[in-house]
């Protein structure tokens, strides 16, 4: 068997020939009609490719008239000199209320002027917001443009997503407007991470290997129907640079922020009143009588509070909330928060080795903290 040829001698597994000694076979060529035909068959293939690459094509086309650029010149004091400071990212159009909004990262607009915010929209045009909430538990921010002709993006459900869809994060990388890249959602329910966003309190992120750079932040993430599920935050990167590690806040969560800053002006969390084991391992859990580690296990009750007036007792491990299976202390956490104050919760614990289900009307965090 040949395997190579190193300065005028073939190589092969038993020996060395001479090229003076190998026999040269000749090199097989197609005819004409079989070249004809071999064409002819690529371009059937690469035909039902392009309609399948169709897909991307009008969803990239539906989506960029709703994304926007978005420029925030502010000025930093450090005590002993004044710098002005520029920073650039990504928004999208979306309907609240009925009228069009622009939901970003709040890193990105945190602390500059009205005036000093320039948001770019996919015709040119530059518009200044007239108003602007932010969530600085979360990292959102929601502002308010005015003008003709705006066109707001669909929503997605964030809740169907799973691990293996194909997305598409849309944004302005390195200030190259309207850039769009290509991947599959890695990863679901990304919590406790240090991201470098101050007071980023509530977290679960969506992960995606769709390539995110600076300047994505605050873009959508958008699934092969056109809707958005996500708004592209951070990355995990040693450089500054996408290393295929992406996180994005599911837009259920941002659907719901957003909605409570424009109708009342700040967001109202729920709160159960439960203290939980941040230590609560599969050990644990195995000698609790669960099979695995799932859940939260309750270490202490707020007095007065939702859980106290119900049947949560301390050592009990919450398995479900509202239709969730629980995963860990902070999945709970994220989920009260998101949670309509008064809504009245089942809640379902698992206690001396049986399951019991409960109802809870979860009360507002700010009257107990």
């Known amino acids: 068997m040949v395997v190579g040829v190193f300065s005028g001698m073939i190589l092969t597994l038993t020996g060395v020939w001479t090229l003076a000694s190998a026999q040269v076979l000749p090199v097989s060529r197609p005819s004409p009609e079989a070249r004809k035909r071999l064409f002819a068959e ?26 926007v650029h978005i420029d925030a010149s502010k000025v930093e004091e450090d005590g002993i000199r004044r710098r002005r400071v520029q920073e650039a990212g990504s928004g999208v159009i979306v309907d609240l209320g009925g009228k069009p909004h622009v939901i970003t990262n709040r890193h990105v607009i945190d602390g500059t002027p009205l005036s000093q915010i320039k948001v770019e929209l996919d015709d040119g045009r530059i518009l200044n917001p007239s108003r602007i909430w932010t969530d600085k538990d979360t990292d959102l921010a929601v502002m308010r443009v005015e003008a003709d002709d705006l066109i707001t993006a669909r929503w997605g459900d964030s809740d169907k997503l799973e691990i293996g869809d194909f997305v598409l994060a849309v944004g302005s990388p390195f200030g190259l407007s309207h850039s769009v890249t290509y991947g599959i959602i890695s990863a679901k329910g990304r919590r406790d991470l240090s991201l470098g966003r101050e007071g980023l309190r509530f977290q679960n992120f969506i992960q995606t290997d769709a390539a995110i750079n600076p300047g994505n932040s605050g873009g959508p993430l958008i699934n092969l129907r056109g809707e958005v599920v996500g708004i592209n935050t951070a990355i995990a990167s040693n450089g500054g640079g996408s290393e295929g590690i992406g996180f994005t806040i599911p837009v259920n969560m941002a659907r719901i922020i957003a909605e409570q800053l424009v109708t009342q ?18 050990e644990a859990a195995i000698r609790s009588g669960l099979p695995t580690r799932q859940g939260a296990r309750v270490t202490a009750i707020t007095p007065n509070s939702p859980a106290s007036r119900s049947d949560v007792k301390v050592g009990d491990i919450i398995l479900q909330f509202d239709g969730h299976r629980i995963v860990d202390d902070n999945h709970l956490v994220n989920l009260v928060s998101l949670t309509p104050v008064t809504k009245p919760v089942e809640v379902v614990l698992f206690r001396d080795g049986k399951t019991h289900t409960i109802e809870v009307s979860v009360g507002q965090r700010s009257d107990f903290e």
């Open 42 to 67: 690529l371009a059937r293939d690469v035909d039902e490719l392009e309609r399948q690459g169709n897909i991307l094509k009008r969803v990239a086309r539906l989506t960029r008239p709703s994304v």
């Open 265 to 282: 002006g700040k967001v109202t969390r729920a709160f159960l009143g439960v203290h939980l084991d941040s230590q609560f391992s599969a």
